[in-house]
């Protein structure tokens, strides 16, 4: 299929961008990378008309360390974020990124459209849960930052507000006794995730504290799964797997059923738990 017939406006600043995009309400769309967007309008499942295209804009990529913050720029591509930087400062990012999609996506795609998406099954949103992200939202009169707990809000909807453009995303930089950990099972790998884990503590003598543990492809939306966190804190990795029955809430496709979906839940969460005691690793490494 091809797209409807729509306009193209690439303005060359961020108020211009969002002066196009107050002018013409809910008809005008922020395009960023598109490899998500002009499927939707290609299968016609999306038809603005008009795409304010933020590629033009200058500011909006790249990747930076200031006050204790690894800021990205919305409009960096996939590929982009696994700099020096962020292996060193966020290796949760570093694990995370080649799993998402192929090549041609990742140099194309940028986390700002991954975070406004929200797809469920994707990476970027269940990182920023697990590492305590904050997501920086300029609107026609006021910038917002919206942390990353109070952003995802279910299927593909977030707390943007029409007319909202997504500048950064802020990830608190970890401190000395941090550990993380990441897991992803897919059909194939660059597939969008059946499950998938991102995962942060910080790793003491009786063992892990502050654990966040965020699932991806087993609810609408990322979930921060409290119960399993506070029973793996406790030592109790059976319960934790045990609560993840309460705290997710997997999709009954014809290919994946819920409960499969599930247990391979259970089957990350062990993986993860075990390896964070132990230190930081990835599946990996
Ligand atoms: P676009 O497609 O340009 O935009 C997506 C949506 O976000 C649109 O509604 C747009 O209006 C809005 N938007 C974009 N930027 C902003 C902004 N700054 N502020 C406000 N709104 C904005 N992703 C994964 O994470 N993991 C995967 O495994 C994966 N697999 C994929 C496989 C395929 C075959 C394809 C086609 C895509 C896959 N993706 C996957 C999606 C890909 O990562 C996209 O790049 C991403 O979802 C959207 O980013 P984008 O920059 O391309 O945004």
């Known amino acids: 299929m091809k797209a409807p017939d729509f306009a193209y406006a690439r303005p060359a600043s961020l108020d211009a961008a969002l002066a196009l995009l107050a002018e013409h309400g809910t008809d005008a769309v922020p395009l960023a990378g598109g490899q998500s967007l ?8 999306s038809t603005p008309g008009l795409l304010v295209d933020l590629n033009a804009i200058p500011g909006l990529a790249g990747v930076s360390e200031a006050d204790g913050v690894v800021r990205i720029g919305a409009m960096t591509r996939h590929r982009d974020v696994g700099t020096a930087l962020v292996r060193d400062r966020l290796p949760l990012l570093a694990a995370a990124l080649p799993h998402i999609a192929h090549p041609a996506i990742r140099n194309r795609g940028t986390i700002g459209g991954s975070v406004a998406l929200a797809d469920p099954a994707t990476e970027w949103p269940a990182c920023c849960l697990a590492a305590g992200a904050t997501i920086l939202v300029q609107g026609p ?11 995802f809000l279910g299927l593909y909807t977030t707390a943007l507000e029409p007319g909202e453009i997504v500048t950064a995303v802020e990830f608190p930089v970890p401190g000395p006794d941090a550990v993380w950990g990441f897991e992803e099972l897919s059909r194939r790998h660059g597939d969008y995730a059946l499950v998938g884990l991102a995962a942060t503590a910080e790793r003491g003598e009786s063992g892990l504290t502050k654990l966040r543990l965020a699932f991806f492809g087993v ?8 119960k399993a966190a506070a029973a793996i804190e406790a030592g109790d990795v059976a319960g934790a797997q045990a609560a993840l029955g309460d705290e997710l809430d997997p999709p009954d496709d014809p290919v994946t059923k819920a409960a499969t979906r599930l247990h391979l839940a259970r089957v990350v969460l062990g993986r993860v738990a075990a390896r964070m005691r132990d230190g930081s690793v990835s599946e990996e490494s």
């Open 38 to 45: 002009v499927t939707a309008l290609n299968m016609r499942l």
């Open 141 to 151: 009169k006021a910038e917002r930052r919206i942390a990353a707990d109070d952003f």
């Open 219 to 226: 609810a609408d939306r990322p979930v921060l799964a409290v």
